[in-house]
């Protein structure tokens, strides 16, 4: 019996983009793209006729914006959205608040020329295959506002505090709907918690928008991480799309150290890069904790930092959209500790 194809409704108003898309998509024997769509009342209409098994959906768009259709979609009928944005301010920011809405992953529009073509052209159908696999659940348009409607009750006075340098640290890692899974998690965190550096999968700029969003929205601070940053009590370093994120230590001051190196897993930043550097200088005075997420990466890593003394944590099974790097670091021995997306954050602010 022949394997069903992933389908795909393509939905951007440029008429090159949607041809793009669709022979970059059809060039892998396992996804068929049934329809495109040059804004989103097409894009209905076809949804009317066929439901594709994911959206690929620009979000700056004439007679609906993306951002309007994809609340729509998940109030409704919740089907994997994958953001295909601009590398730009504007564009990142959308497809971050589109993350917000729940999107399940965002992903750079396709290099055309180059030595990064094949690999952007691949990155792209790896990612349309991941999403076609998420476990999605309805949101109200009610829930969704009040993530948004949050951040100025949080931040009706400057109670953001860089205090001391901390003696622990909490590395966290995620991939594919972990950007819901990381503000769940942060918008839970103490003010006076452990310093928190995160290594979650997206590209280069959209890094930046996604910390500012998260830092709106916590009570503690967030910020997108700069070489030699200090990791402190209450506050969060997001890792730089593009690039590695490792701990070092001088002394007592725990700090972040970027490069360039190659890709680990086929990710820059990688978690397992993250997770192994935190092992060799924290070891048991840190936490650690993967998330939702495709693939293996941070596996390897978990079960360093969990050889070294630290307590890991992986994100349950239910309450992930994608069960594949915690199932990976569960099946390689690295976790100490599963728990339900709800329950981390003040499972972790019980540790001594």
Request: net charge positive; proline share 5%; glycine share 8%.
């Amino acid at each position: 019996m022949l394997k069903k194809k992933i389908s795909v409704l393509i939905v951007d108003d440029s008429a090159l983009m949607r041809q793009v898309l669709s022979e970059i998509l059809q060039s892998d024997p396992e996804i068929e793209v049934m329809a495109t769509a040059a804004d989103p009342y097409i894009a209905a209409k076809k949804i009317g006729e066929q439901v594709p098994d994911v959206i690929t959906l620009d979000v700056e768009m004439p007679r609906m914006d993306g951002l309007t259709f994809l609340q729509k979609i998940m109030s409704q009928h919740p089907i994997p959205v994958v953001i295909i944005s601009s590398l730009t301010t504007k564009g990142a920011d959308s497809a971050v608040l589109a993350m917000v809405y729940g999107a399940v992953e965002v992903v750079q529009k396709p290099v055309m020329v180059g030595g990064m073509a094949a690999e952007s052209k691949q990155h792209i159908i790896d990612v349309v295959k991941n999403a076609s696999k998420a476990r999605l659940r309805r949101r109200s348009a009610a829930a969704q506002q009040q993530v948004l409607a949050s951040a100025s009750a949080i931040h009706g006075g400057n109670t953001k505090s860089l205090v001391q340098t901390t003696d622990k640290v909490i590395a966290l890692g995620a991939s594919t709907g972990g950007t819901e899974a990381i503000l769940a998690f942060l918008r839970e965190m103490p003010i006076d918690c452990y310093g928190i550096i995160v290594v979650q999968h997206m590209p280069e700029l959209f890094t930046r928008s996604f910390a500012q969003r998260m830092d709106s929205i916590c009570r503690i601070s967030v910020k997108e991480a700069e070489h030699g940053d200090s990791v402190l009590r209450g506050r969060c370093l997001i890792a730089p799309g593009n690039r590695h994120m490792e701990l070092r230590r001088s002394g007592a001051r725990y700090y972040v150290h970027l490069d360039d190196g190659p890709p680990v897993n086929r990710h820059r930043p990688s978690v397992n890069v993250l997770f192994k550097s935190v092992a060799r200088f924290a070891g048991k005075n840190a936490i650690g904790i993967i998330m939702t997420g495709m693939g293996a990466d941070g596996a390897a890593g978990m079960l360093e930092m969990k050889s070294a003394g630290a307590h890991t944590i992986a994100q349950d099974e239910e309450s992930c959209i994608v069960f594949g790097m915690p199932k990976e670091a569960i099946k390689l021995g690295g976790v100490s500790k599963i728990l339900p997306l709800f329950r981390i954050a003040s499972y972790v602010s019980s540790l001594p």
